[in-house]
């Protein structure tokens, strides 16, 4: 911690020493800016002497005033949505100019990582999303918003949960055991990511982003291509998300922003489930096929259909959800500043189940001379998410409820809820309605993002810059289950009085970030850009655990009232970056563009031998439209040609995996050491080969743009636990074995199809996909995903096939004749074993995307935005217990069931029910189905109240509207919702319905009004 | 430009100064190969680390021991305890590859002991030479139940990565010879103390193990001699009432017990499948035979829950392995019980029938306690189906009737008898497939009929 400090006080005293440079002679120019549309006065204008930092903002009148430099002649003027210019000064002393509004955004300036650059010049392959495109859809966490809206980034929701685990996945999956994740990066500082709770709840996690609120993002850049992530080098094979938090603009007039989001959300389909007397007519087919007498199992008509519970209506609800915010911004020439307050609450549709948080953003800019500025970003949130068991628990709540048979009631006679110990509680279903509300299991996580800048000009053109940031993650779970509950009331093991753990952990990143940037114009054709950069990144991670059981009672719950505290532990662990990186950047007549971007990466997950990565990247680009041949070609405003190529790594595995190993054991109440892992001094990074080419092209002054990508990307030295023969001691050692590759072609579309007082415009972006294990050095095949009966195992890696490959029989049908599955021979044998299983389907895409219409009219003004997603194949695993044709009695049947096969001749693909059978209902192809769909994702109609009558009111804008999202699906799928993940995060095992939660439609109306 | 070169250069040196300590973490809950057994205060932790090791393999002996045979019915979901429980074992079974897995992990652990324990200074002569007997003495009872188990498998003297990678098979009496070196090594140099009770190993340990080698061996004198030697020490005293053997750790007469607390990773594994899940429930023969008046107060082993039977589930658990805080989740690898059947069972075949020094007389003793009638037969024969019936009574889940079968040449028979499935390559293990893939050495060497 010392050295840190020192390496603060280091740059402030340098930034304080040289201070003192002189200035050099000067001019004062002003002037005011004015919009070429409507003569109206334009503020928050940047006014910068081209080839220095010098700027200034227009104030609220349009007006500014600068002093340029003798030896400079050239002003630029820029603005968000407003197309920049160059003018010269020609020692005039008035300048006044009017701007005109950018139709396209190839005027916009993006954040590249360390430095930012104008859309138009960028070389490498990147995508922007700016807040207006997410910022009335009622999401969590800003990872939600990114679903369907830029290619190349698939974004499922795991299940319905609020503030449940998302998966994102940039330009495909690159690794086996290491994370797939994209690199997040806030305002400079890489967040943390995945889920926060260190307790289970049955496959679906929390989501650490959910403490982020995305209102107080201004826009998200996805870097996609080497060119565009070499910068972040060792962590950026999975891609990086930059994300930039809004700020204060110069010269702008305060505005204080309130806004209110009310809404409902529901279940968007439930199960199609029996009821109480189809699945007795069922269950007792079951049982004579069998051989069996159904009344001797006491399913008797007439009494045992006497109850019929909608098990999935008694755990489910209409859920209310609210947003409120409050934000300021504003500034003048030396200070701006970005003031936000959040407050979410967010019901789930499963009763008990809610999310709320609490946040609050400060981001303040200070300039204090013309050579030094500097900042603070500070975000601290609180979120309290109360969870309820999920997917694969046997006494989960939505799983329970799909899985109880309708002849069970939640209540007893009096309309209590039935617990353990009580006569009519079902040891087979747990009442999934006091799984729901007896258990306490609340994840409480405070986060705390700050960080601090100052950036100094050196000497003209030299920016030296430097940021000290944390990410400070507690997380607290604080769970009890009574005794009312199965595990606090009647699991074995835990003694039926009350179950309680606790957990605290701490993870907190340390950042230093020190860049030097220069840039110059020579002969007004050649720019240089140049960055080197410096980073230091220190990670933390504490935690503690303890465990309790034989409570006094039910009144006691928390563990210093625990008869027996049985488990515990406390952990630390520190992992380390150190980095140094450098861009160059170089353009002749912003024709001919080139980009050289390296990192070098120290590790501390890696050996002292290959502790250092090296990732370089170069890219070009050719500006085709500025050449003398394409004069001719008037409608075309802009034509380049990209192209890229580099290396990116991967080093997101387990610290201390190189190393040999021994760890605390225990023997009969002593401890000691025993061997824990093999050392392989040779572990390195994984590494990702990229190439890259793209077009991009704009037609008719920005209406119609279009940009098209096509890639090939290779991994090589995969991160893999490599098996090894036990006669070591050890059954694997971390090693670099196989490769993964990524082929894929991205498009986007956007066009502004009209525009005369009425105006419509298009977005599209469509991404095509191919993932392939290319090889794989084990001698064994890799099992993965569930156990599976009949077939070892639902999923498989293997050679040639992409990663979410589904493993199991290939079933061919029901034999009309008999009524049982007839599943294929592969190896001819004349059995059906599991040696007959084979690659049955995989669960990515071949096509995915999103279309956003947005209709305007006077103030009013209309979006509809589809995502689908085309060629994917669901698991549909709920099915091995919902249409189990008979191998079990315990489990409520699907509809599907009544098309079973009953006599000879039937011709189906639900094979006959017999008790017991467990044949017919061997994992197969039965269970894989096509995953297609599309929909509409969401729907926003607005309106902007005449701005004439607001002020009146003192009101400088208001507007209303009201929004809904997951309104309509369209597929073939047959359960309840084909973008479902029962492993969330799994990439292995991805696109698994176990159980899982279907996503939620919610409707909402917001009230968002500007003073 | 100087001063500003001479603050990039003052942080370059700075952030590499703060280089090592970012990129070298201390692992805080590990310790590195290099630096265990390099001081003397490791001795008595990488001992723990050794027993801990070899306690794994003994849950998988009770898995072998008594799922191979006819105990147990299946009564769970899990595939693998399908396996035993149908009798048709396949080369992926997960516990035939976790029992490989456990006894070279103990094997390892023992070699980096032996090769590593000599050089240290600054140990109490007493305590290197304990270690040292107690590493020759667990690698060779984790060689003995491999060899027992999967019939001829590496012999693995050596912590070298490369070596182990790629080894071949050593015939059976290879390894059995190397066992009784182990052992006669540890005879030696093991402590005569008794002060740390039974879960720690001393020169009766080896003597017990030694009369169960020599049993295995038909080896009748020597059998009888180290089971004497053990009974006679007096040091173990049979417990009057046969329950406490069910549900206490550390009865009296336990000779070598793998301790475990509540606080112990991977204690539940037999407390799961027989208690928890119920994977494997007892047969209707044992229950028989445990129901029976030769049995008596051994029927303890087991208990009966009518809420529990339904379908194929005929409501019987095994009592043996409870949980941590029940106090009854050791498991019992020698006890002064089987020193007196491993007496009988060597002076019945040498002639010794009758009389203070006969076979019934050994027997009489636990049918005494189990408040069950005393032996009636009386020649050779009979006797020795006695004494297998009395092993089934007294020892049932503690890891050895399948073991008993198979040296006895009776597997064939009496499982055959038992389940339609049974094979006589299911007189041994296969080896794991995972490791004929993974060793090149192994290749093709599986055993037969698998």
């Given at each position: ?1011 | ?438 060793n090149p050495a192994l290749k093709g060497a599986q055993n037969p009929g698998y």
């Amino acid at each position: 911690m010392r050295k840190r400090f020192t390496l603060l006080s280091c740059w402030l005293i340098l930034i304080l020493l040289s201070g003192s440079l002189a200035f050099g002679q000067t001019r004062r120019v002003t002037g005011r800016v004015t919009a070429t549309q409507d003569g109206s006065t334009l503020p928050g204008v940047n006014v910068v002497v081209k080839g220095t930092t010098i700027g200034v903002s227009t104030d609220s009148d349009g007006n500014y005033s600068i002093n340029v430099p003798d030896d400079k002649n050239i002003l630029t003027f820029s603005s968000i949505a407003l197309i920049s210019q160059d003018i010269p000064v020609n020692k005039r002393s008035v300048i006044n100019v009017k701007m005109a509004e950018a139709v396209n955004e190839l005027a916009q300036v993006v954040v590249t990582g360390y430095n930012s650059v104008q859309k138009k010049d960028i070389t490498g392959s990147m995508v922007s999303v700016t807040s207006d495109k997410f910022k009335e859809l009622p999401v969590t966490s800003f990872d939600q918003a990114l679903q369907g809206q830029a290619a190349g980034v698939l974004v499922t929701q795991s299940s319905g949960t609020p503030g449940g685990g998302i998966s994102v996945r940039v330009r495909g999956s690159t690794s086996i055991s290491a994370s797939n994740r994209p690199l997040f990066i806030v305002d400079g500082v890489p967040v943390e990511d995945g889920g926060l709770s260190s307790v289970g709840t049955g496959g679906q996690n929390d989501n650490a982003f959910a403490l982020l609120n995305p209102n107080d993002i201004e826009s998200i850049q996805i870097l996609k291509d080497a060119s565009a992530k070499a910068i972040y080098g060792s962590r950026a094979a999975n891609g990086v998300v930059l994300i930039t938090t809004k700020r204060g603009k110069n010269n702008e007039k305060t505005t204080i922003t309130a806004e209110v989001q009310r809404g409902m959300t529901e279940i968007i389909r439930k199960p199609r489930l029996l009821n109480s007397t189809e699945l007795l007519d069922l269950q007792r087919e079951a049982l004579v096929n069998a051989g069996q007498d159904p009344d001797k199992f006491g399913l008797i008509k007439g009494v045992t259909d006497a109850i019929n519970t909608d098990w999935v209506d008694a755990v489910t609800r209409r859920g209310l959800y609210q947003q409120y915010q409050v934000s300021a911004t504003g500034g003048n020439e030396r200070t701006r500043f970005y003031l936000s307050g959040n407050y979410r609450d967010e019901q789930g549709v499963l009763i008990a189940n809610s999310f709320q948080r609490m946040s609050g953003t400060l981001n303040l800019d200070h300039k204090a001379n013309s050579k030094l500025s500097f900042g603070t970003n500070l975000t601290l949130a609180r979120a309290m998410n109360k969870r309820v068991l999920g997917d694969n628990s046997l006494n989960g709540v939505y799983s329970g409820a799909v899985n109880s048979l309708p002849f069970f009631s939640p209540y007893n006679e009096l309309g209590q809820l039935l617990v353990p110990g009580d006569p009519n509680y079902s040891q087979r279903n747990y009442n999934p309605v006091g799984e729901a509300l007896f258990p306490r299991q609340n994840v409480i996580s405070v986060k705390v993002l700050g960080g601090i800048y100052a950036e100094y000009e050196l000497l003209d053109n030299l920016r030296f810059r430097s940021k000290a940031s944390i990410d400070y993650n507690s997380v607290i779970d604080d769970d009890y289950f009574p005794t009312t509950t199965w595990a606090g009331g009647i699991s074995e093991g835990v003694g039926g009085q009350g179950l309680g753990v606790y957990t605290a952990s701490v993870a907190a990143t340390f950042i230093n970030t020190n860049t030097l940037t220069y840039s110059a114009l020579f002969n007004e054709k050649h720019r240089l850009n140049v960055m080197l950069g410096h980073e230091l990144i220190n990670r933390t991670d504490r935690s503690s655990f303890v465990q309790g059981r034989l409570f006094t009672s039910d009144d006691f719950t928390y563990i210093s009232s625990a008869g027996v505290v049985d488990q515990g532990s406390s952990s630390l662990a520190n992992s380390g970056l150190l980095s140094f990186f450098g861009e160059a950047r170089y353009d002749f007549k912003e024709r001919y563009l080139f980009t050289l971007t390296s990192r070098y990466d120290g590790s501390s997950r890696f050996g002292r031998e290959r502790r250092f990565g090296f990732f370089p990247s170069a890219s070009a680009a050719w500006r085709i439209s500025s050449e003398e041949f394409m004069k001719n070609f008037r409608d075309l405003s802009d034509l380049k040609l990209r192209a890229s190529f580099g290396y990116t790594g991967n080093e997101r595995i387990g610290n201390f995996q190189f190393l040999g190993t021994w760890g605390a054991t225990t023997y009969s109440g002593s401890s000691g050491l025993g061997p824990s892992s093999v050392a392989n001094p040779l572990l390195q990074w994984e590494r990702t080969r990229e190439a890259n080419v793209g077009l991009d092209a704009s037609f008719f002054n920005g209406r119609l743009t279009f940009s098209v990508d096509a890639y090939s990307n290779l991994t090589d030295k995969l991160l893999f636990a490599q098996p090894i023969p036990l006669t070591t001691g050890f059954g694997a050692v971390q090693g670099n074995i196989g490769k993964v590759s990524n082929k894929g072609a991205e498009l986007s579309f956007s066009t502004i199809n009209m525009d005369k007082g009425f105006r419509w415009s298009t977005d599209l972006n469509l991404s095509h996909n191919v993932n392939k294990v290319v090889e794989l050095d084990t001698p064994e095949p890799l099992y993965r995903g569930y156990e599976a009966s009949g077939a070892t195992s639902t999923n498989i890696i293997l050679p040639g096939q992409p990663l979410g490959t589904f493993w199991g029989l290939k079933f061919l049908g029901v034999d009309p004749a008999t009524g049982d599955a007839i599943y294929e021979d592969k190896n001819q044998d004349g059995r059906i074993t599991p040696d007959d299983a084979q690659v049955i389907g995989n669960a990515q895409a071949k096509l995915f995307g999103g279309m956003t219409n947005r209709l305007s009219w006077k103030g009013f003004d209309l979006s509809v935005f589809f995502q689908f997603s085309y060629g994917n194949k669901v698991l549909n695993l709920t099915k091995t217990s919902t249409v189990n044709t008979g191998a079990s009695l315990d489990f409520n049947q699907s509809k599907d069931a009544l098309k079973r096969w009953q006599k000879p001749g039937d011709i189906t693909s639900i094979p006959r029910y017999e008790f017991e059978n467990t044949y017919n209902n061997y994992h197969s192809s039965r269970f894989v189905e096509d995953g297609s769909y599309l929909r509409l994702k969401n729907v926003t109609f607005g309106y902007n109240v005449n701005k004439k009558w607001v002020n009146r009111i003192k009101v400088t804008s208001a507007r209303v509207y009201v929004s809904a999202t997951n309104i309509w699906t369209l597929t073939q799928y047959s359960g309840s919702d084909p973008e479902v993940s029962t492993l969330d995060g799994s990439t292995s095992a991805q696109g698994i319905e176990l159980n899982t939660l279907p996503q939620v439609k919610t409707g909402m109306v917001g009230l968002s009004v500007t003073f | 430009m100087t001063r500003f070169l001479i603050y990039i250069f003052l942080l370059s040196i700075l952030s590499l100064s703060s280089c090592k300590e970012v990129l070298e973490p201390p692992p805080r809950d590990l310790r590195i190969d290099d630096l265990v057994l390099k001081r003397a205060q490791d001795v008595p932790a990488v001992r723990v680390g050794l027993y801990s090791s070899f306690r794994a393999i003994t849950q998988y002996t009770v898995v072998a021991g008594d799922f191979m045979s006819d105990y147990v019915r299946y009564n769970g979901t899990f595939g693998d305890y399908r396996e035993f429980g149908t009798k048709q074992i396949t080369t992926t079974n997960g516990d035939v590859s976790a029992m490989w897995g456990y006894i070279y992990n103990t094997v390892y652990v023992a070699n980096f002991i032996l090769e590593r324990l000599p050089d240290l200074a600054g140990v109490q002569p007493a305590a290197k030479k304990q270690l040292l007997g107690e590493a020759h003495f667990l690698r060779g009872l984790a060689n003995f139940y491999g060899a027992n188990t999967y019939g001829d498998i590496p012999k693995v003297t050596t912590t070298d990565q490369v070596t182990n990678r790629n080894i071949p098979r050593a015939a059976k009496a290879d390894i059995l010879a190397s066992v009784l070196e182990d052992f006669q090594y540890a005879l030696t140099n093991l402590t005569t103390d008794q002060t740390e009770g039974a879960a720690y190993a001393n020169q009766n340990t080896v003597r017990a193990a030694l009369a169960r080698y020599y049993l295995y061996q038909k080896n009748w004198v020597q059998a009888e001699q180290f089971a004497s030697q053990v009974i006679d020490s007096k040091v173990y005293t049979l417990e009057p009432d046969f329950k406490t053997i069910v549900f206490n750790n550390f009865p009296k007469e336990s000779i070598f017990e793998m301790g475990y607390t509540q606080n112990d990773a991977n204690s539940p594994l037999l407390n799961n499948l027989l208690v928890t899940r119920r994977e494997m429930i007892p047969s209707e023969q044992l229950i028989q035979a445990l129901a029976s008046a030769e049995s008596k107060d051994r029927l303890a082993t087991i208990s009966f829950d009518a809420t529990k039977q339904r379908g194929n589930d005929n409501g019987w658990t095994v009592r043996k392995y409870g949980t941590a805080t029940d106090g009854n989740s050791n498991v019992v690898v020698f006890r002064l019980a089987e020193m007196y059947l491993i007496r009988a069972e060597a002076r019945a075949q040498q002639g010794k029938l009758a009389g203070a020094n006969g076979a019934v007389s050994d027997i009489n003793v636990l049918r005494a306690r189990a408040k069950a009638a005393n032996v009636s037969a009386t020649n050779q024969a009979d006797i020795l189906a006695t004494v297998e019936r009395e092993r089934q009574y007294e020892l049932a889940f503690e890891g050895h009737r399948w073991y008993d079968l198979v040296r006895t040449g009776r597997a064939q028979a009496v499982m055959s008898a038992f389940s339609p499935n049974w094979n006589a390559r299911y007189e041994r293990w296969p080896v794991p497939q995972t490791e004929i893939q993974r060793n090149p050495a192994l290749k093709g060497a599986q055993n037969p009929g698998y």
